[in-house]
T-cell receptor, first 113, second 114 residues
Framework: AQSVTQPDIHITVSEGASLELRCNYSYGATPYLFWYVQSPGQGLQLLLKYFSGDTLVQGIKGFEAEFKRSQSSFNLRKPSVHWSDAAEYFCAVGGEADYKLSFGAGTTVTVRA | DSGVTQTPKHLITATGQRVTLRCSPRSGDLSVYWYQQSLDQGLQFLIQYYNGEERAKGNILERFSAQQFPDLHSELNLSSLELGDSALYFC?????????????FGPGTRLTVL
């Protein structure tokens, strides 16, 4: 069965500092991996996705993620965080033979001035 | 704006009642997915429709049902509501039913059962 683990429930980071959110997945075939962001009271917005090819993927809002098959990880990074990045971040996995996405529990990011 | 619309934004009702949530997918998308987001269960997949047909079922209760109409909009029906059904219900759409699985999410309907 597919699953996603986001080990960090809550992360606090200073504005301008770097951010890394961890994601580990379990999937029996070739995974499709996604990071979504949810701002308070909003829906989920896709930040980036990995289907195949270059394992370092660039997304919107200055985010990037690296797929590491050997570690079953797809960690999200941003070099310099802005106050507007405060939100909840979800990692998700799907696949060629799947219809649904399985989401992690989410990581809440707080940005302090 | 993802292009996926959901109505209503908020819904407050009482236990035992029945409600209908509506979703219009992005133009051209054939597949619609429903998810439930609650504090204790997180984001859970409920059901998927592709071009009017049910394609996959997740953790959907028997009290819940859905359908997709010829114009591709979808409705999620929740009946005999319980306090525990209070949650944010998201609809998502994608161009196809599988493979290219990028899903675009609507703003959600917040259901409160009193």
């Amino acid at each position: 069965a597919q699953s996603v683990t986001q080990p960090d429930i809550h992360i606090t980071v200073s504005e301008g500092a770097s951010l890394e959110l961890r994601c580990n997945y379990s999937y029996g075939a070739t995974p499709y991996l996604f990071w979504y962001v949810q701002s308070p009271g909003q829906g989920l917005q896709l930040l980036l996705k990995y289907f195949s090819g270059d394992t370092l993927v660039q997304g919107i809002k200055g985010f990037e993620a690296e797929f590491k098959r050997s570690q079953s990880s797809f960690n999200l990074r941003k070099p310099s965080v802005h106050w507007s990045d405060a939100a909840e971040y979800f990692c998700a996995v799907g696949g060629e033979a799947d219809y649904k996405l399985s989401f992690g529990a989410g990581t809440t990011v707080t940005v302090r001035a | 704006d993802s292009g996926v619309t959901q109505t209503p934004k908020h819904l407050i009702t009482a236990t035992g009642q029945r409600v209908t949530l509506r979703c219009s997918p992005r133009s051209g998308d054939l597949s619609v997915y429903w998810y439930q987001q609650s504090l204790d269960q997180g984001l859970q997949f409920l059901i998927q429709y592709y071009n009017g047909e049910e394609r996959a079922k997740g953790n959907i209760l028997e009290r819940f049902s859905a359908q997709q109409f010829p114009d591709l909009h979808s409705e999620l029906n929740l009946s005999s509501l319980e306090l525990g059904d209070s949650a944010l219900y998201f609809c998502a759409s994608s161009p196809q039913g599988r493979g290219y699985n990028e899903q675009f999410f609507g703003p959600g309907t917040r259901l409160t059962v009193l």
